[in-house]
C-alpha cells in the first residue's frame, strides 16, 4: 500500500492560542452595554412567542428597544469621537 502525504505546507501553521488579544477584549468591552440591552430585549420578546402580548409586554419590549436604539447611539458617538482629526 502506498503511503499518502501532504505535499504542501498546513494552511495554519500556528493556530492562535490563549483566548482573545487584549484589542478584542476592549472592543468586547466597549460593546458590552448594547450586547446586555440586546440581551434585555430578547428576554422581553421570548416569551411573546407563544402568547399574545398584554399591555405590560408591549411597554417592556418598547422600553428595551429605546435601551437598545441609546446604546447604538453611544456606541456610535464614541466611534466617531475617537476618530482623529475629529472625521466624521
Known sequence: MKNIAALQAVVTAN????????A??????A???LILAEVELLDAQIPLLDRPATVLDERRI??????VL???R???NRATAALPGGAA
Open 74 to 76: 453611544d456606541l456610535a
Open 15 to 22: 493556530p492562535p492560542v490563549g483566548g482573545p488579544t487584549a
Open 24 to 29: 478584542e477584549l476592549e472592543a468586547i468591552e
Open 31 to 33: 460593546e458590552m452595554p
Open 70 to 72: 441609546a446604546a447604538r
Open 62 to 67: 418598547r422600553r428595551a428597544r429605546n435601551r
